[in-house]
């Protein structure tokens, strides 16, 4: 066998074409059949690609000059022979083409790195890349125009290549055809042996905590009549090696593309290591260590340090850059009149953009927690932005109410966003992002998700700040006021004028964020009339999270509503308290059946991809599990909520620890940090594996064609996968609270 199939991929059939055991070394062409056109992804909407007969052109559409790069990425997806081989295909450049840089036409890149030109027999290279100023390497057009192959290098051991992109380089009347896209390969006996993969938790096993292992395998397929029935493994520990007998899986994981085995432990504090032994040809042993301790310190710094990482992203006064960003005391009304102060908050994510949904989903995750659990959240928290005798977490909040009450305009409907017209540049220190910052239009979402953070605010603070507290109540209820003159869905447009302003948040149904509003308002009010408009819409609601398997995020907000009914139940009528327990219990249900069932421990379908923030949904549904068992008293869910744990930590394909500490994420996105405004904090989590949406984000040629559970990178460019942000820092913080709690 040449081809190694152990770790099988979606398009393995492919290559299976070569199956008999060809001679070494000989020639076989694999053609590139991409099956989209290239994506323009810096979207500089100038230049437009063309399917051709046996290719693609791409040509300028619009006036004069185009003295600009763009960026087009082809999906090609192709698994490849092991050996020798090389990207190739023919570049012909219309004569009315006027290269502005040199004679530069396109820098080539595959699966997201620089090609190199391929070597011929006797080392020379095929085609020499001319080097621009800032180092990237150019195919350049020959002085007469002529037809040229190019041939570029893929490594010997690459068994796929993913993407091919390129960058255009400037021109007057940019036209060029790449035809006969292929890659020529001399496939040879693949002997090489892939090392077991066994991942645990960097982080450990808190004492209490459900001990778990997940190996993936090598040389091992599963199903196969020659493959073998059980593993022997090693596992040594305080009181010496003990073999240990392991059945092996009968499928394979989609999400990983891998056949793995999930182990359970429950072993006495200590240090252990498992040892995996290799499994037939083509596999090596490999070993993974862990600690199992007797105390519960190193969760509890997890939880602290998730907690103190919202200081870091706190703008304003009270925060780590008091000076920077002043232009927020007159944010300009978007086509509008005046300026408004919308200083303080925290920034959204590893941007410094204010987004008014996200913001409110944050602080309300915190807001229910502490309405439902508030024992859970007594605990210390440093560094902390405005300190006051009040317990920690409010002080953590309040900051983020403060800036969210700005978001209001006079007649009560909120503000979407307030952001710059163009992203800041990620090396941009926040005292050096002056550009100006926007009040984007008035939305339903946001109004609604204000109206909810606001009332549920109000509550929280009634003990502590009775005037807060009447400022919040009032400002939520202005915004339900609005929402009742505004009944239909208002939303704001993806772009202005081709400006992003920011990220979009943007949502085409508001009915939930309705929901919410009107349950946190009867949190609040307590009165029948605001219970019964509540209880009004439970049944619709419940069906909706029914049909949409219990989607929680910043865009699905019905679960927040059932937990702000929740920490009223007393008061609810009896059909009401148990359509609100049926739903809160019917999630946690689900998502622990799908855990059980899931090879990865995770509560999802095995098939279902992995949506950016994908650390932050699980997160989320770890604090529903430990929050439910915290109100019911059902410590199956406690047990669903620690089983999860050690995915953050390292349990997953990657062995990432997604966790920003010494064994974790080292390259966030994230402005302050990759400017040098300050150190890495520890405690931030990323936003982790993105499987469906990778929007433009630049380093998705490394990552696109990996199963779903591999596609994250540890990159500062990486945005879709490697950003921080509010939405799941709070889940993940609260997760952990509990966590601490549940012991
Ligand atoms: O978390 C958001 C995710 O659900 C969206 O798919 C994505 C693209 O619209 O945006 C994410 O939010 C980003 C926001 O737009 C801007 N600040 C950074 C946020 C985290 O990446």
Excluded: C
């Excluded at 023919?90 to 890149?109: K, M, S």
């Excluded at 602080?363 to 659990?373: H, I, V, Y």
């Excluded at 949190?523 to 029948?528: R, T």
């Excluded at 992995?610 to 406690?638: C, E, R």
């Amino acid at each position: 066998m040449f081809f190694n199939f152990t770790r099988v991929h979606g398009l393995a059939a492919v290559v299976m074409l070569i199956t008999a055991p060809a001679l070494a070394q000989e020639r076989v062409e694999i053609p590139l059949d991409f099956a989209d056109l290239p994506a323009d992804l810096w979207s500089k909407d100038r230049l437009t690609p063309e399917r051709i007969e046996g290719g693609l052109r791409l040509y300028d559409v619009g006036e004069g000059a185009f003295n600009d790069a763009s960026f087009w990425q082809i999906t090609v997806a192709q698994d490849l022979p092991y050996g020798r081989k090389m990207l190739s295909f023919d570049v012909t450049v219309a004569p009315d083409h006027q290269p502005l840089w040199g004679t530069h036409l396109l820098q080539p890149i595959i699966d997201g790195q620089e090609a190199s030109p391929a070597l011929g027999e006797d080392g020379t290279p095929s085609v020499t890349l001319s080097i621009a100023e800032d180092g990237k390497g150019f195919i350049t057009i020959p002085q007469d125009y002529s037809d040229q192959t190019i041939t570029l290098d893929i490594p010997k051991s690459e068994t796929r290549i993913s993407t091919f992109a390129f960058m255009t380089a400037g021109a007057i009347g940019y036209d060029m055809t790449l035809t006969d896209i292929k890659v020529v390969a001399w496939p040879e006996d693949d002997t090489r042996t892939f090392a077991q993969n066994p991942v645990t938790s960097s982080l450990g096993f808190p004492t209490g905590h459900p001990q778990s292992i997940i190996v993936e395998w090598s040389g091992f397929e599963p199903g196969s009549p020659d493959s073998p029935d059980t593993a022997d493994l090693t596992l040594t520990g305080p009181d010496g090696p003990e073999n240990i007998v392991v059945a092996l899986p009968r499928r394979l994981s989609a999400a990983s593309e891998s056949a793995v085995s999930r182990l359970m432990f429950d072993l006495e504090p200590g240090d252990y290591t498992l040892a995996v032994p290799a499994l037939g040809a083509g596999s090596a042993p490999a070993e993974v260590a862990f600690t199992v301790w007797d105390d519960l310190a190193a969760l509890t710094q997890m939880r602290d340090e998730a907690w103190g990482a919202f200081y870091w992203i706190t703008s304003g006064p009270i925060g780590p850059f008091p000076d920077a960003h002043l232009q927020d005391t007159a944010a300009r009304v978007f086509r509008g009149e005046g300026t408004r102060d919308i200083t303080g908050g925290w920034y959204d994510a590893g941007d410094y953009g204010k987004y008014s949904v996200n913001g409110a989903w944050a602080a309300a995750l915190m807001l229910l927690t502490g309405l439902n659990a508030s024992e859970t959240l007594d605990h210390g928290i440093t560094p902390l932005a405005g300190d006051t005798d009040r317990p920690d977490w409010i002080d953590v909040v309040v900051a983020q109410l403060d800036w969210l009450v700005k978001m209001q305009g006079p007649d009560g409907g909120v503000n979407h966003k307030v952001t710059t017209r163009d992203w800041p540049r990620l090396d941009i220190r926040p005292e050096e992002d002056t550009a100006v910052k926007f009040l984007m239009p008035v939305s339903s979402t946001a109004t609604a998700d204000f109206a909810a953070a606001m009332a549920l605010g109000a509550k929280v603070l009634q003990p502590y700040d009775a005037d807060r507290a009447t400022q919040f109540e009032n400002a939520a209820a202005l915004a339900l006021a609005w929402l009742d003159a505004n009944p239909d869905l208002v939303m704001i447009e993806p772009t202005y004028d081709g400006y992003q302003y920011g990220g979009p948040y943007t949502d085409d149904d508001d009915s939930d964020e309705r929901f919410f509003a009107l349950a946190a308002w009867a949190a609040l009010q307590q009165s029948p009339e605001t219970i019964a408009a509540a209880e009004a819409e439970l049944q619709t609601r419940r069906d909706v999270l029914n049909a949409s398997d219990n989607d929680t995020y910043w865009g699905k907000v019905d679960l927040l509503g059932m937990w702000a009914l929740k920490s009223i139940e007393s008061q609810l009528t009896e059909d009401g308290a148990a359509q609100v327990n049926s739903t809160l219990r019917s999630a946690a249900h689900k998502w622990s059946v799908l855990q059980q069932r899931s090879q990865w421990l995770l509560p999802m379908e095995d098939t279902q991809g992995f949506p950016w923030g994908s650390n932050g949904a699980l997160a989320t549904i770890g604090w529903h599990w430990m929050m439910w068992a915290h109100v019911d008293g059902d410590q199956k869910y406690a047990d669903a909520g620690r089983t999860l744990l050690p995915y953050f930590h390292g349990r997953n394909p990657l062995g990432q620890t997604y966790v920003t500490n010494a064994a974790g994420v080292r390259n966030p996105h994230l402005r302050p940090h990759v400017s040098g405004a300050f150190d890495l904090p520890p405690g931030f989590i990323a936003g982790g594996a993105n499987s469906i949406d990778l929007a433009g984000d630049p380093t998705s040629g490394a990552i696109l064609g990996q199963p779903p559970l591999r596609m994250f990178v540890d990159h500062k460019d990486s945005y879709a996968t490697n950003e921080v942000a509010i939405n799941w820092q709070a889940a993940w913080s609260l997760y952990a609270s509990f966590l601490v709690a549940a012991e």
